[in-house]
Each structure stands twice: as structure tokens, then as C-alpha cells.
């Protein structure tokens, strides 16, 4: 079962790298720093370190919350059209970036900041590394990584509070799946 885990993230990594192709230049650090909070919630969680969630609960919050991010900055994005600082194109509102990486960084502090506050210290850490980025190259204005900061966390906080109030319980069970030689799948809260 912890495969299938390991295989939704890497999915959910995956889809996220040609979300705004246009946004992106080879030449930053933050198109890899964007990852390393998703990475990290699923690497401590593979090697035993005590989430709140259990496995189901962790990649339903986790890429529910990316999903949410990542649409309502796209749609922002492709209605706003603010010019970027570079010139480059009219997709500079909000970053992107920097709301799914604090989108991560808030992901981790809910699942793993009651083990240590330090690791809720790196995933915000990372995230900011990515907001200054950002404006340093040239990509972004400081008020389109603000922005995308605040909607990082406020938003991962709605969803991560859907999704607990949709839960409550935590032996609630999902299944999905048909009968005969197809896949089924059970997610357990």
C-alpha cells in the first residue's frame, strides 16, 4: 500500500512541472525547491516519523490541497495577466511558485510541526528561499509572492480543514474500485 503512496507523489511532481511552462527558466533553484516540502512529507512519513495522518488521510490533505493551489492560481493567473517584472509574458500574478511551495511548507507544519518545530522552520524556510528567488530573477513583483504566500497558507488551511471536518473519524474507510481483476483501492482515515 505505501507504494501506491509513493507513486501518487511522484504523479503529483510530475503534473506540476509543465503546469506553467512559461513561467519557467532553467536557471533557478526554485523550480526544485517548489518540490522538497511534498518530498518531504512523504519521505519522513515512509521512514516512521509520527504524522497526525495515517497514510490516507496524509496524501488525500496533502494533494487535495495542491490541487486547490495550483487552479485557483492558474485561473488567477489566466485572468489577472499582470506583465512580469523580465517582460517575459502577463502571467506574473500570483506566484505560483512560491503558493504551492508554501502550500507544501503548510502541509508539513500541520502533519509533522508536533514532532519537531523545526521542521515546520525548514518547509517555511524553503518556501521563502523560493518568494526571494522569485523577485531576485526578475519573475515576479514582491506583492505576486506575498500573495502567493498568503494563498499558499489560507488555502491549504481551508482544505486541510475540509478535509478533517469531511473525515472526523479516523477509521473511516474509502474504497474505491470494481469488482473482477481491477484494481481496488482503500484509503483508511
Request: aromatic residues 8%; positive net charge.
Amino acid at each position: 500500500m505505501t507504494n501506491s503512496y509513493l507513486l501518487i507523489l511522484l504523479i503529483m511532481l510530475g503534473l506540476s512541472l509543465p503546469m506553467f511552462p512559461q513561467d519557467r527558466k532553467s536557471d533557478g533553484v526554485d523550480n526544485v525547491l517548489e518540490q522538497v516540502p511534498y518530498a518531504s512529507i512523504f519521505l519522513l512519513k515512509a521512514c516512521g516519523v509520527k504524522s497526525k495522518d495515517n497514510w490516507g488521510a496524509l496524501t488525500v490533505t496533502t494533494v487535495g490541497s495542491w490541487v486547490v493551489a495550483a487552479g485557483t492560481t492558474y485561473l488567477l493567473k489566466n485572468n489577472i495577466r499582470e506583465r512580469r517584472p523580465d517582460g517575459a509574458n502577463h502571467r506574473s500574478f500570483p506566484s505560483a511558485h512560491t503558493c504551492l511551495t508554501f502550500t507544501g511548507a503548510t502541509v508539513l507544519h500541520k502533519e509533522y510541526g508536533q514532532v519537531s518545530p523545526w521542521i515546520s522552520v525548514a518547509g517555511y524556510t524553503v518556501a521563502t528561499c523560493v518568494g526571494i528567488d522569485r523577485v531576485l530573477r526578475d519573475r515576479h513583483h514582491w506583492h505576486d509572492v506575498v500573495v502567493g504566500a498568503g494563498l499558499g497558507i489560507g488555502l491549504t488551511e481551508g482544505t486541510w480543514w475540509l478535509t478533517h471536518r469531511v473525515f472526523k473519524r479516523k477509521d473511516k474507510e474509502v474504497a474505491i474500485g470494481c469488482s473482477g481483476n481491477t484494481l481496488d483501492l482503500a484509503i483508511t482515515f
